[in-house]
């Protein structure tokens, strides 16, 4: 059932929304590990009421020696790939997910310009995704300024996180 207006017209549910809503079901706890977009994930979920029953927290790792330190990204992987690379992403999130005692964590990382970073051409972000299943990556190519690039890696790591967490059934399904 969609949640309506007061004129009787649907309202769309939001990705943030989305995400807390197949957590809560799955009885999922969720956490984030972002470079690219600074934090935006962790405030679009918890912009959301009731966020504090899943959202463990979130750890913004601009710098390299933060992804290394703090989320466990090999320094040799960082040096040899630079910050923006599929890798990095999937290691962030495992990174995340263990620190901040989640089950499942979401990682974004990209250039955003003006200029290329580490090689890759503006546009290029990489997510990454850690559960219990397992870890993965997915790499975009988006148009667009900066604004528009951490916009559309936001929206498609809210997408990619929503997925993990609605394959993960709920509470008490045997799989």
Same mark, same amino acid.
């Given at each position: ?39 935006? =994930?962790? +405030? &679009?979920? !918890? /912009? @959301?009421? $009731?966020?504090?029953?899943? #959202? ?20 040799? =992987?960082? +040096? &040899?790939? !630079? /910050? @923006?690379? $599929?890798?990095?992403?999937? #290691? ?22 003006? +200029? ?34 951490? +916009? ?24």
């Amino acid at each position: 059932m969609s949640p309506e207006t007061g004129a009787g017209a649907p309202v769309e549910e939001s990705s943030a929304a989305r995400v807390l809503r197949a957590a809560n079901r799955a009885g999922k706890t969720v956490a984030t590990a972002e470079s690219l977009t600074a934090g935006m =994930l962790c +405030a &679009e979920l !918890g /912009s @959301v009421p $009731g966020a504090s029953t899943v #959202l463990q927290g979130g750890v913004v790792a601009y710098q390299n020696g933060i992804k290394h330190s703090v989320l466990g990204v090999p320094a040799a =992987l960082l +040096a &040899e790939a !630079g /910050s @923006v690379d $599929g890798r990095v992403a999937e #290691l962030m999130a495992v990174g995340a997910r263990k620190a901040l005692d989640a089950d499942v964590a979401v990682s974004t990382t990209g250039a955003a310009g003006p +200029a290329a970073h580490d090689g890759k051409p503006v546009g290029t972000v990489f997510v990454g995704i850690a559960s219990a299943g397992g870890s993965y990556f997915r790499e975009f190519l988006f148009p667009g300024d900066r604004t528009a690039i951490r +916009a559309a890696a936001c929206r498609e790591a809210l997408a990619m996180l929503a997925a993990e967490l609605e394959t993960a059934g709920p509470v008490g399904d045997v799989q």
